[in-house]
């Protein structure tokens, strides 16, 4: 038994007296070093190498959302909207919180107008999102958020809209999808300058995946793309849509072009592309033939033959030549349209009665060369102009591939091809005493911020003198003071045209033989006021048929009558001394007759937008045009 | 001479603490004269500092509402309450004579301790939580007794190394005893399972043998044992082992049994020197397991950074030593204030950096608590009950 005294603090055997405070001092040491351990595994952790943990916790943590930009509008050259972006609701499913798919399927299939099978796979799939249906109207959406199934969501994004009605100008505007990517039309020509750039929006996200609020959060505001401003008038564009449906419709041609440019500036107020569809109604086309479709002009392409002489100085307009009504040439016979005596015609008198055979022996005066250099400095088959989806560039072969009767054949423009912009930019160059000022579209673009950057034109080039410009001029009155397009002309204005009756060349044939004899492409293009000429315009009927098939008849009126639209939206005053009386005319109407006037013309727009909206029902899913490109080649 | 402790704590009381509260007759000085030493004052501002801090603490880990069914005041409002009852426990126990324990309540607490740990295996007394059964409760009062426990073990331990009549380096007289209870108190954990609280309890008590002038050559033995036995233990089932060793490499698994110690080192870098802020560390937002609890130290680190971390682990070193010191200046007087003393303190800080060694990848992760900061119903109460205690040991110190 050991007792020990309490000072010794009765520890027994220690080894030695000093051991108790010395073991505690130990203890006290131990601790200190852990603290140090632990302390300088903090500094290692927190300072020294924290990047591999900062690295795991960021990619766990930070995530990011596309904010995407709000699509540019398509304006018209004053600012009316014709094509922009609206938000939509869109249908979506997370299948994961579906209770009973097909039951899901056999409430929304009605709603939606989706087969059952088909919303039942999409709401059963391996997957937490499954579009039911995207950009469906408000009331398609609120009566399916009525129905409160269980996984079943909506949301809104931006869907195009045109305000004229899906058909209004749908040729140039082109389409975009459902993601608002551009697919045709300028939607695709312009696609990257309408789609902005689109933000990001970074965020720290908690583990169960909502945003932590004392986290980063970094927004970059999308920026919405540009508005693309088209060289387009709104109300030219829609009333030339009108009177071309009525046109096609009145000749039973297939489809039908009018483009309408203000030579001076090269923007185009109105370019209508229509077609019959498949049941036969005439409809704003989807496709741009003005720009994609390869044609052989014919009889409208003479006067670049007769620039061609007068530029190489091989004739005059007063230079009379005997013009028989055939004439044949190799293993080939040409005729003019009807048959006629041997006449005494100076250039002037062979335009206007569009002979073939006159047009054709001046031709030879020049040689192919010559002819092809001319052509070619006017832009038929030069390539595309505009840079749209799909614009064609015609087809002029190299001189070196023409055949002994491709002088004669091209001279009366068949044996090549252009597109109808083509034709009218080189119609319009006549018309600008022969300097080619490039075709516009586009104005320009006007960003979110309200600048507006217009788009690059090319500069202006001569290409044929002014001498020749103006002979050209007054043969081209003549055609429509006495000639084959008397029917063009309007009163009040001079106006400068020639009608062409093209033949249509048999694709799968070959040749101009159809099965049913002739078919024609009837057009008519010129400018006005002849003196001062200020439109030009381009109209095409591919394929009337009875006896609504000459450029004259099928053509001519629709020019006349949309010329006369265009000089009055445009505000261009009579310049002609008839011109003065019509004006008297038209001041001395009473009041009551203007109204008349206006009251009937809004009936007609009225009945017009109501058949657009009927069409709009009734064909959902646009037809192919019936236009054949392939008929270039002749 | 003195033959009884009893008398001899007495006989101390009188002779070598004037200041100290003597009950019952009265003779000794008021209260109200009673001076505290700086050691107290030192003690007693560390306790209140930590455990505000700590529900500051728990708030802020547990606000994101990640944790508690989305009520950001769940956690906040439960440990409250516990802290209010903690202080309430820890002033008692600062009052009461430390002495009173050893004399009064050594084999009661003894008993119920041992009572307590057999009863989490009792269906319908003990809760299993996660395949641990380390609970006793009914309806939404529960009680962890490994806490009750320690406390028990340690009171029962400096009882037991104190008495003069015993020799501490005696196999038969203290060794052997020590062991046992120490060994049976240990299986119970280890069956809950709480290895954790086990090699804790384990190396509170070789800390008081120790400082008890234990032989060198016993201590060894017993350490090298229950290394050995925990060695065992780990190494018996492959998946304990990956679990409790995936510290060491936590990147070769990150999602899986890497995940804890990853997420804390994510949380624990983010800090960097100066932290995120109190209130924005982006580790309590389902990242961290256990934010508000064993893992707290990680939020700590995240929002005030290395110097936070760092000032967490400097106090509890600061508690080690000014317990350790009162150890120092009471053991010429009373061996079993000492020995007690050496145990809360050690009982608190070992457990502190056995929590936050696990926290930061040092050591394995076992389940055990931060003393203080860590949300805890029962545990806290216990803790600060045992804190009180050793308030009271000081206050008899010398200043």
Redesign the interface.
């Known amino acids: 038994?050991?007792?020990?005294d309490?000072?010794r603090?009765?520890?027994?055997?220690?080894s030695a007296p000093a051991?108790?405070?010395r073991?505690?001092f130990?203890?006290?040491l131990v601790?200190?070093l852990?603290?140090s351990?632990?302390?300088f595994?903090?500094?290692r952790?927190?300072?020294m190498e924290?990047d591999?943990?900062?690295e795991?916790?960021e990619s766990?943590?930070l995530r990011s959302l596309t904010l995407p930009a709000e699509r540019g509008a398509i304006l018209d050259r004053h600012g009316v909207v014709l094509a922009t972006s609206i938000p939509r609701p869109t249908i979506w499913a997370d299948p994961s919180a579906v209770v009973d798919p097909r039951a899901t399927a056999q409430a929304l299939s009605p709603v939606l107008g989706v087969e059952v099978e088909r919303l039942e796979y999409l709401l059963s799939r391996d997957s937490r999102f499954s579009y039911l249906g995207r950009q469906v109207d408000d009331s398609v959406a609120a009566a399916v958020l009525d129905l409160g199934l269980a996984g079943v969501f909506s949301y809104e994004e931006p869907s195009r809209f045109s305000p004229g009605g899906d058909e209004f100008a749908r040729s140039i505007l082109g389409r975009s999808d459902l993601d608002s990517l551009g697919i045709s039309g300028v939607e695709l020509q312009y696609d990257s300058i309408l789609t902005g750039t689109p933000g990001e929006l970074v965020f720290?996200r908690?583990?169960?995946g909502?945003v932590?609020p004392?986290?980063e959060f970094d927004r970059t505001e999308a920026i919405p793309g540009s508005s693309i401003v088209l060289t387009i008038d709104q109300n030219l564009q829609f009333e030339t849509e009108r009177q071309l449906i009525d046109q096609v419709t009145a000749t039973g041609g297939q489809n039908g072009i009018v483009l309408i440019m203000n030579n001076a500036t090269g923007e185009i107020l109105a370019m209508a592309n229509v077609s019959r569809d498949a049941d036969g109604v005439v409809r704003p086309s989807s496709e741009n033939l003005s720009l994609t479709w390869n044609y052989e002009p014919g009889s409208i392409a003479k006067p670049f033959t007769f620039a061609s002489v007068f530029e190489a100085g091989a004739g005059t307009t007063d230079e009379f030549i005997n013009v028989a009504d055939s004439m044949v040439i190799w293993d080939k016979e040409f005729t003019d349209d009807h048959p006629h005596a041997l006449e005494y015609w100076s250039p002037v008198d062979i335009l206007r009665e569009s002979s073939n055979i006159g047009t054709i022996s001046w031709a030879n005066r020049v040689g192919a060369d010559t002819l092809y250099d001319t052509l070619s400095d006017f832009g038929i088959g030069q390539g595309p102009i505009l840079g749209f989806p799909n614009e064609a560039g015609g087809v002029l072969h190299d001189t070196d591939d023409w055949s002994g009767t491709s002088l004669p054949t091209i001279a009366i423009g068949q044996g090549v091809s252009t597109t109808p912009l083509q034709m009218l930019q080189a119609y319009a160059t006549i018309a600008n005493g022969g300097i080619r000022v490039p075709a516009q579209l586009v104005l320009g673009a006007t960003g979110a911020d309200g600048t507006f950057n217009p788009a690059p034109v090319e500069d202006p080039a001569r290409v044929i003198s002014e001498g020749t410009a103006a002979d050209l001029t007054r043969m081209l009155t003549a055609v429509v003071e006495g000639g084959t397009g008397t029917r063009a002309g309007i009163p009040g204005y001079t106006t400068a045209g020639k009608t062409g009756t093209a033949w249509k060349p048999n694709p799968v044939d070959g040749g101009y033989e159809w099965a049913d004899g002739r078919r024609y492409v009837a057009s008519f293009a010129g400018f006005l006021p002849a003196d001062d000429p200020q439109v030009t315009i381009l109209v095409v009927i591919d394929d009337p048929v009875g006896n609504q098939e000459t450029g004259g008849r099928a053509a001519a009126p629709l020019f006349g009558s949309l010329s006369r639209y265009a000089l009055s939206v445009l505000s261009i005053p009579p310049t002609s001394r008839t011109a003065e009386s019509e004006q008297a005319d038209v001041r001395s109407k009473s009041l009551d007759e203007i109204e008349a006037e206006r009251a009937a013309k809004a009936a007609a727009e009225a009945a017009y937008i109501a058949r657009q909206e009927e069409r709009q029902e009734e064909h959902q899913d646009e037809s192919a045009p019936d236009a054949d490109p392939a008929a270039a080649d002749g | 001479m003195l033959s009884t402790p009893r008398q001899r704590h007495r006989a101390a009381s009188r002779s070598n603490h004037p200041t100290a509260r003597v009950k019952p007759d009265g003779r000794g000085p008021q209260r109200r004269r009673r001076q505290y030493s700086p050691l107290y004052a030192l003690l007693l501002l560390l306790g209140f500092g930590m455990s505000l801090y700590g529900l500051v603490m728990v708030l802020s880990a547990s606000s994101s509402g990640a944790l508690g069914g989305g009520d950001p005041w769940h956690w906040f409002r439960r440990q409250a309450l516990w802290l209010g009852a903690g202080f309430v426990v820890a002033f008692i126990t600062s009052r009461i004579d430390y002495r009173l324990w050893r004399e009064r309540a050594v084999a009661p607490l003894m008993g119920l301790s041992i009572v307590l740990l057999v009863a989490v295996f009792i269906p319908g007394i003990g809760i299993n939580v996660l395949g641990s059964s380390r609970w006793v409760g009914w309806g939404s009062f529960t009680f962890q007794p490994s806490e009750l426990a320690k406390f028990a073990l340690i009171v029962w331990a400096a009882d037991l190394l104190s008495r003069p009549q015993r020799s501490v380096t005696d196999l038969h007289q203290t060794v052997y005893p020590l062991l046992g209870v120490t060994c049976v108190f240990s299986a119970l954990l280890l069956v809950e399972p709480d290895l954790g609280t086990a090699v804790l309890v384990v190396g509170i008590i070789l800390v008081m043998l120790y400082a008890a002038g234990g032989a060198l050559h016993h201590l060894g033995i017993i350490t090298a044992s229950a290394g050995a036995a925990a060695g065992i233990l780990a190494y018996a089932a492959s998946y304990r082992r990956r679990r409790l060793f995936a510290f060491s490499d936590p990147w070769a698994d990150p999602i899986d049994v890497g995940y804890q110690t990853v997420q804390a080192g994510v949380s624990i870098a983010n800090g960097g020197i100066t932290g995120v802020g109190l209130g924005a560390a982006r580790g309590k937002w389902g990242y961290v397991p256990l934010a508000h609890s064993d893992f707290i130290f990680a939020i700590v680190a995240e929002e005030f950074g290395l110097v936070g971390g760092i000032a967490v682990v400097g106090c509890f070193l600061a508690i080690g030593m000014l317990g350790y010191l009162v150890a120092h200046r009471i053991r010429q007087s009373d061996p079993f204030g000492a020995f007690l003393a050496i145990g809360i303190t050690s009982w608190i800080v070992m457990q502190a950096f056995i929590n936050i060694g696990a926290v930061i990848g040092v050591l394995p992760i076992t389940g055990v608590t931060l003393p203080f900061l860590s949300a805890g119903g029962s545990s806290l109460v216990v803790t600060m009950a045992a804190y009180g205690v050793l308030l009271n040991i000081a206050s008899h110190a010398d200043g």
């Open positions: 038994m050991t007792t020990v309490i000072p603090i009765g520890l027994g055997h220690a051991s108790p405070q073991r505690l130990v203890i006290g601790l200190l852990a603290a351990g632990l302390s595994r903090l500094v952790i927190q300072v924290p591999r943990y900062l795991w916790g766990q943590r720290e908690a583990h169960s909502a932590i004392t986290g």
